[in-house]
């Protein structure tokens, strides 16, 4: 048996115990769980049902009633598999994107499955694949554990749009995919039409736009999938849609790449009260129509009244979360979203997110009522 | 534009229409979905609720109604992200297990997502895993895309037992996981604890000792875990515990492990009904022992029944499901399955599974109404 701290055997494998541990595991970050509210109501002495929730980018009016309802009356078969073509679902979803059922995948994890999907189907390792920072995290998360290499491009903060040359000069041979997050996460900025296609056509790597928030920005590239081969939509139901708890995201593209795609799929990763909600929240017309104005509104709302602090730097966002530099507060984003905690507002703290330093914050939409308690504590905060 | 076929460039990718995607991809075997009842019903002119589903090895008699209670109750903040660090479940885990909540890993997608963590901890392009045929065929589907190769062991179908030698003889320096599901899936057999601890004193590798049916044979082996270093212990809540449809699954393992596990997983793959059912159902001690005992009933009666029949040879079973070789009736497990599907009978054709050849079939335990209409219709067939 070997001392009990792991030791360096080769380049690839590491060994705990005598337990052969890939080498990549321990070049991650050890996992950090976000905390539930009961344990910020404890630790910060404030009322679970006073929390303000604007750190996760959710839907804050509730999930869709045909979706609960559906769940209900669905749910005594739960002792079943649930389907796996999920074929009733990939129509509806079709429907909603003016697609076709063989060019849509559906993830049960969210879109966070999709990228899994993504990370098997292209990456081997040594393989690169290219994410502008600032973007979603996630992307590397799932793309690393392959052997992907990451490359980063650079999206401008000043002017909150994609640096298009960076991405090109990122590209080389092992190029398999590119992230293009529109609106992008955490920056809320979006990426013009054209300057897709100037990628696209620069390329043969997959290119893959994050259209997760794309609802708020009343902008889609579906179009972009019949012209040109190499485009893949990525989107989920977490936000408008209401259904983050439920973890349904899908993809679009071309219909071969998504029949690859089903062979190296999970399953049965769809659970059915996901699928019931998925299914009824999408015919739900009246409430999608809501959650994007509703949402678009409290957007500008909380946009106008960030701006008035002469503290912030506030960038102008597409979707449904605005992203903000605090350091003329004289805080840094760890101290002032503690502060924040303890007056029962949940932020995003950005310091974690590559491309952006300890001075950023991004605050979710609230309701109405919400927003405006944010904003009256803020300027309790910054005096 | 290339030609609309695939065409090989190198050993490592293909490409389609110019796409990158992995020369793997096209090793697997296209997905062939399970098809829902409502395309059996149609296909076979039978009624949708006339069907009797012996072929998934579920639970017959539904979820606890403590679960169903539990999602309905707590169904109004699905529009949130679900807890990430899942503490209470683990604890329900851990006590249902007798192990501590440091031992526990939750998977969302059932113990597939277990399996998926366990090849993204452990396998490098080249390394090897071992299975003994037949078995879960789902190891394979999720270890070879890492570059995972599978070497075979095997499982004697005579006496319904592993060949220990022919697992020992299988391991080299690149093993790096030994899948050993007892109660084995499909043949119904089980590994001794003399059997295991040979094996796992053989190797440094990590011994998965898949026990997803562990309930109806009234055998674990939790203690291994204390007693050696490179031992996980697999369960699902599809079983016993009546989830399938809800992706719940857990791993057992020391402490170390665990952590490491958990830097790797999908962050929020578990939805929040899942958690809700998947607490309550733990909790509902009297629906477990009714699960068990009403499990272990039919699969007595069903065993007691099938061995009336001299065309049959069925092999005896400590799950919930029995294996049957049906070749001297003439039939090949894809006519049988298919003549059951037109009395409204689900069975598994086992051709698919790897160490099987075409006359096998797999029946599921149903309630006993369902048993005996199984058997009554087994008579018409077989005259």
Excluded at 42 to 51: A, F, L, R, S, T
Excluded at 254 to 273: A, Q
Excluded at 326 to 333: E, F, P, Q, V
Excluded at 341 to 365: H, M, N, P, Q
Aim: hydrophobic letters at 35%; charged letters at 30%.
């Amino acid at each position: 048996m070997l001392a009990n701290k792991p030791i360096l055997v080769d380049l690839k494998i590491i060994i705990i115990d005598t337990m052969k541990i890939r080498k990549i595991i321990n070049q991650l970050d050890p996992y950090v769980p976000g905390r539930s509210q009961d344990e910020i109501a404890n630790e910060y002495g404030v009322k679970k049902e006073d929390i303000i929730k604007l750190g996760s980018n959710e839907n804050p009016w509730g999930p869709s009633p045909n979706a609960i309802k559906a769940i209900c009356e669905n749910i005594n078969n739960i002792n079943r598999y649930p389907e796996s073509n999920l074929k009733d679902l990939k129509e509806e979803i079709a429907n909603y994107s003016n697609l076709k059922s063989e060019n849509v995948i559906v993830g049960g994890d969210g879109a966070d499955e999709i990228i899994e999907v993504l990370a098997k189907t292209f990456i081997d390792p040594e393989d690169e694949f290219i994410v502008p920072l600032p973007s979603y995290m996630y992307y590397e998360f799932i793309f690393k554990p392959y052997g992907g290499i990451p490359v980063y491009g650079k999206w401008n903060i000043e002017d909150n749009s994609l640096d298009v040359d960076s991405v090109l000069k990122a590209i080389s041979e092992r190029t398999k995919v590119i992230f293009l997050c529109s609106p992008n996460n955490p920056t809320g900025g979006i990426i013009t039409k054209e300057q897709l296609e100037t990628i696209i056509k620069a390329t043969d790597a997959l290119i893959v736009i994050d259209e997760a928030y794309y609802e708020y920005s009343l902008i889609n590239n579906t179009e972009l999938i019949d012209k040109y081969h190499n485009v893949f939509i990525m989107r989920t139901m977490s936000k408008v849609l209401g259904l983050a708890g439920m973890r349904v995201g899908y993809g679009l593209s071309n219909p071969k790449l998504i029949e690859y795609m089903h062979r190296i799929k999970p399953v049965f990763s769809l659970t059915r009260t996901s699928y019931s909600a998925a299914l009824e929240t999408l015919k739900d017309k009246e409430y999608i129509e809501k959650s994007i104005t509703n949402g678009i509104k409290s957007r500008d709302y909380l946009y106008n009244e960030l701006k008035k602090f002469k503290e912030l730097d506030v960038l102008k966002s597409y979707s449904n979360y605005i992203l903000m530099n605090i350091k003329r507060t004289g805080h840094t984003a760890s101290e002032f979203s503690k502060e924040l905690l303890k007056k029962a507002v949940i932020v995003r703290d950005c310091t974690s997110f590559k491309g952006l330093d300890e001075y950023w914050i991004r605050a979710s939409i609230g309701t109405l009522e919400e927003d405006k308690k944010f904003i009256a504590i803020l300027k309790e905060l910054i005096k």
